[in-house]
């Protein structure tokens, strides 16, 4: 069973601080959610965990059960195990989305990445069960996909995939209520079968489907607050500002 561990991270983007001690743990198994309102830091932290060079650690530290990831390049950590979405999608025009979808599936059975997959029904219900058409998987990767068709499709690929570590930037973003409770149901099963989720969100309304382990709250590239889903239901009551308020980070 893999953990995710990050330590007193401190992380500069461009010459600016932008972590300031972020420290949280995921296991395998575990859904973990980590909150806070716009620009707290939550992209920075998942940036730098999957490895973008423009992310700069000048402190702290990145593991994998214990051993570190923070000088591997970004596809020596996915070969660890750590898949990570982004919030800005990213589209790769020249590349079928179903030609897509069974390499990823070839790659986790150990097969060759052209070769047809026998899976490939169970993953095309499983688009369905998220709410993606079926004629998604013939266009280009990202080719007039909607924001909502992204976050299902990243959904999808992470599910698909079977990483150790799964993070998903605002998966919820959006997303209307039943596409939320679709992309919940599948990051659910993701937790069950097979990984652990670390994901994102501003909102507490994908957290009552997903029912999250541990609960996060950034504030200002810091984890202000950590605990269970009473966080949750204090952040959907009084807001962020009330919450900070109440904890006293404001003063
Ligand atoms: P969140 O995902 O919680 O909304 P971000 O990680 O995107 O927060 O942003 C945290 C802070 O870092 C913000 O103040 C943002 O302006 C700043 N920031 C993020 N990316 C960059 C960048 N590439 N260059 C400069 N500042 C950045
Ligand atoms: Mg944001
Ligand atoms: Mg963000």
Redesign the pocket.
Known sequence: MATLNVANLHVE??G?R?LRGVSLEVKQGEIVALM?P???????LFQTIAGNP?YRIVEGDIAIDGVSIKDLAPEERFNKGIYVSF?SPISVPEVRFGFLIQAVMNKRMGRKMDEPNPKMAEALKIAEEIGLRRDIFDRGVGVGFSGGEFKRAEVLLAYLMRPAIAILDEPDSGLDIDGIAAVSKIISSLARESSGVLL?THYARILKFLEPDRVYV?YSGRIIMAGGSEIVKRVEEVGYEGLFKESGVFQ
């Open positions: 983007v461009s600016k932008i806070g716009n620009g707290s830091g939550k992209s920075t423009n919030q994102s950034m």
